[in-house]
C-alpha cells in the first residue's frame, strides 16, 4: 500500500504538470520528513549526485555538440553520405538513416540529431517525391539513435545509477545500434520501390563525392578518434568528451571556419541550459531514491516480482509495456531516473545481466520518444518541418514497429548486444 501511494503521489505531481526536478526532490523531502528520517539527506543525496567523475561527461557532450551543431556539419555529413549512396533505391531515405547514426556518434542527443538532420533532409527529399508523412517519421525515428549510439548521454547516466562501466554500455550499444539502422534502411528501400511518387536521383560525379567527402571528413575524423579512444582505451568516456569538446572548436574555427563568434556564444548557452537541466533532474533523482531506498520501496517492488514473476521473460515483458505506457506521459531521462533504481535490485533475482537491461530500457525509452503526446522528437519534426502532430505520428508508426522488433530480436539473443562486450 505504501509502494502505491508513493507511485500514485509522484504521478500526481508529474501529470500536474510540475517540472520533473522539482517533483522529485519535492516528493523526496516529503517523503524523508514524513518517515521521520534525517533531513540532512537531503543535501548530501544533492552533493553526491553532483560529484561525479563519469557525470562530467554529460555537459562536455553537450557542449561537444551544440558546436558542431552550430557549426552545421550536419549539412556537411548528410551532403557527403548522399553524394555516396544518394543513386540507391531509396537513396535520400538510406542517407538521411546513416547520417542520423554519423550524428548520433557525434552528439549523443537525440533531440540534436534530429533537429540537425531533419533541417536538411526534410525539404530535399519531400522535392524528390517521398511522402511526407514518411519523411517526417523517418527523421523523427531516425533521431532516437542519438540515445544509443555511443557516445550517450543517457547511456552514461545509466552507468552512474546502477554504478556500470560505461565503457561496457557504449559497447553494447553499437551492435542494437547497427540493427536498428539496418532495419530502416531496409525498410527505407524496399517503401522507394514499392511508392509510386518516388523519383530516383542520379548518381553524384567523382568530383562533388570527393568534395562533400573532405569538407566531412574532419568531423568524421573527430568522431571516429573519439570513440576509438574510449574503446582503445587510451582515455575514459569523460576525457573522451572534454577531448571531443577541444576537437569540436578547433575543427569548426580552424578548420571549416564555419561557425561564428554569436554561434559559439549561442552554442555555449544551449548546452549550459541542458546541461543544468539534466543534473537537477539527476540531483532530483538522487533524493527521491535515498527516500524510496528508506521507505524501503524497491524492497518492496523487488519481493513482488520475486514472489509473481519467476521467468526472466516475463518480468522483461511486463517491463516492456509498462514503459510504453509510461513513455506516453515522461521523457526519456525522467523514466530512467525514476524507475531504474527501482528495478535495479530485481535484476539481480531473475538473473538478468545489469549492461543487456540498460540497453534494452533505452531502446524502449527511444520508443517513448516518439509516442505521442509527449514524444519530444516528435515536436522537434513538427517544429522543423511545418507539420501536424498527426502527420507526425502516423509517419512515425513504421519505425516504432520495428524498434520494437529490434527489442523481440535483442531479447531472443542477448548476444546481439553483449558479444562485443565479451571482447572487451
Known amino acids: 500500500m505504501t509502494t502505491l501511494f508513493i507511485v500514485t503521489g509522484l504521478l500526481t505531481l508529474l501529470l500536474c504538470g510540475i517540472p520533473v526536478a522539482f517533483a522529485l526532490l519535492g516528493f523526496g523531502l516529503i517523503l524523508l520528513v514524513v518517515g521521520d528520517f534525517s533531513i540532512t539527506l537531503a543535501p548530501l543525496g544533492l552533493f553526491s549526485s553532483m560529484d561525479s567523475f563519469v557525470l562530467l561527461a554529460v555537459p562536455l557532450f553537450l557542449l561537444m555538440s551544440n558546436i558542431l551543431l552550430e557549426g552545421k556539419v550536419g549539412q556537411d555529413l548528410f551532403a557527403a553520405v548522399q553524394a555516396w549512396v544518394g543513386h540507391w533505391p531509396g537513396g535520400l531515405a538510406v542517407a538521411t538513416v546513416i547520417s542520423c547514426a554519423i550524428f548520433a556518434a557525434i552528439s549523443g542527443s537525440s533531440v540534436a540529431t534530429a533537429a540537425t538532420v531533419g533541417t536538411v533532409a526534410i525539404p530535399e527529399m519531400i522535392e524528390r517525391g517521398y511522402p511526407r508523412r514518411f519523411v517526417l517519421g523517418l527523421l523523427a525515428a531516425g533521431g532516437t539513435l542519438g540515445i544509443l549510439i555511443p557516445p550517450s548521454i543517457v547511456l552514461i547516466i545509466y552507468g552512474v545509477i546502477t554504478e556500470s562501466s560505461v565503457l561496457k554500455l557504449f559497447t553494447a550499444g553499437i551492435g542494437p545500434g547497427l540493427l536498428i539502422v539496418g532495419l530502416f534502411i531496409l525498410y527505407s528501400v524496399v517503401y522507394a520501390l514499392r511508392s509510386q511518387e518516388y523519383e530516383p536521383s542520379e548518381p553524384a560525379g567523382w568530383a562533388i563525392r570527393k568534395s562533400a567527402t573532405l569538407r566531412a571528413g574532419p568531423t568524421a575524423a573527430l568522431a571516429l578518434f573519439v570513440l576509438a579512444g574510449i574503446y582503445r582505451g587510451w582515455f575514459t568516456p569523460t576525457e573522451a568528451a572534454a577531448i571531443g569538446f577541444a576537437g569540436a572548436i578547433f575543427v569548426t574555427t580552424v578548420v571549416l571556419r564555419s561557425i561564428t563568434w554569436p554561434g ?161
Open 264 to 424: 559559439f556564444k549561442a552554442a555555449i548557452y544551449r548546452a549550459m541550459v541542458t546541461s543544468v537541466s539534466i543534473l537537477l533532474i539527476v540531483a532530483g533523482a538522487k533524493v527521491f531514491g535515498k527516500a524510496i531506498a528508506l521507505w524501503r520501496v524497491p524492497q518492496n517492488i523487488s519481493e513482488l516480482i520475486s514472489t509473481n514473476v519467476h521467468e526472466p521473460l516475463a518480468f522483461i515483458f511486463v517491463i516492456a509495456l509498462v514503459l510504453l505506457v509510461v513513455g506516453l506521459f515522461l521523457e526519456a531521462l525522467s523514466m530512467m531516473l525514476i524507475m531504474v533504481p527501482v528495478l535495479a535490485g530485481s535484476l539481480a533475482v531473475l538473473g538478468i545481466d545489469v549492461i543487456w537491461f540498460g540497453i534494452f530500457f533505452v531502446i524502449m525509452i527511444e520508443c517513448a520518444l516518439i509516442t505521442p503526446p509527449v514524444g519530444l522528437n516528435l515536436f522537434v519534426i513538427q517544429s522543423v518541418g511545418g507539420a501536424s502532430m498527426r502527420d507526425v505520428a502516423m509517419g512515425v508508426l513504421p519505425f516504432l514497429i520495428l524498434m520494437l522488433f529490434a527489442v523481440l530480436l535483442i531479447t531472443i539473443s542477448d548476444a546481439i548486444v553483449l558479444f562485443p562486450v565479451s571482447l572487451l
